[in-house]
């Protein structure tokens, strides 16, 4: 009952975030950790990047909590038509009005509700994972495995546990603290979900659900996971 209700308000607070979303990814305002660390950061963005990169050429993506279009902008160089779906309609406004382009078409579904209906070549998704609570995680990972053909990939980026990736004012609880408190820039609270994986504990809940998957860490802000589908998987939550 308590994870329904900060699901509900995870919603809230990114679509309450949207327009001062970008901030934390380009380390403006309350991200601006320094010139030092805003240097570590963009250096392993672009380490995520360029690996994100190496994927050739495909015909259909699905982009999962798709967010403000930061990583929609990157799938438009690997994938000829983009499917994006998030719960939020003011985020996907803002993506749809950056990119504003017929290949990517917009959904506005709630993850945990969303029953996958396609098989794409490969479904991508950065800094979501992180925001599923452990009790739902196989039924999540079961559908993603349902949304890829045999053969197709997954991509995955997310947050390792280090102070300086979240705003100044965030506490980042302790790494076992599945809950964690944000601010907007005007104050307002909320509480989210945020799991910190270390690689070879995601590496083994892809194989549970029929991904082969490398999985690899940046010296201190991402991990970042490539795997392929092997098998389907079999529904285990
Ligand atoms: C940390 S942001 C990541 C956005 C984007 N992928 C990026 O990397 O910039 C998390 C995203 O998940 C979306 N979200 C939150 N709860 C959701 C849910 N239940 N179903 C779908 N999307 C959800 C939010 O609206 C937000 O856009």
Avoid at 201 to 225: C, M, P, S
Wanted: aromatic residues 14%; glycine residues 6%; hydrophobic residues 40%.
């Amino acid at each position: 009952m308590m994870t329904d209700k900060i699901l509900q308000q995870q919603i809230e607070y990114y679509s309450a975030r949207a327009n001062e979303y970008d901030e934390w990814f380009y380390r403006i305002g309350r991200y601006d950790r320094g010139e030092k660390n805003n240097q570590r950061w963009f250096n392993e963005v672009a380490i995520v990047k360029d690996a994100l990169h190496k994927i050739s050429a495909v015909d259909d993506i699905l982009e999962l909590a798709s967010g403000t279009g930061i990583w929609t902008q990157e799938l438009l160089g690997i994938g000829k038509k983009i499917t994006a779906i998030d719960a939020s309609e003011e985020v996907i406004a803002i993506n749809r009005s950056k990119l504003g382009l017929p290949s990517v078409k917009y959904y506005i579904f709630d993850l945990f509700t969303w029953q996958p209906d396609t098989e794409y070549d490969l479904v991508f998704f950065a800094f979501w994972l992180s925001h599923v609570p452990p009790n739902l995680l196989n039924s999540f990972l079961t559908k993603v495995n349902q949304s890829v053909r045999i053969g197709g990939q997954i991509f995955i980026i997310d947050s390792r546990f280090e102070p300086t990736s979240t705003a100044n004012n965030h506490i980042l609880e302790d790494d076992r603290n599945i809950y964690q408190t944000r601010n907007l820039n005007d104050g307002q609270e909320f509480q989210i979900v945020k799991i910190f994986y270390q690689p070879d504990e995601l590496q083994d809940k892809l194989k549970q659900v029929g991904f082969q998957a490398e999985v690899k860490i940046t010296d201190n802000y991402f991990i970042y996971a490539h795997g392929k589908k092997l098998s389907n998987a079999l529904y285990n939550s």
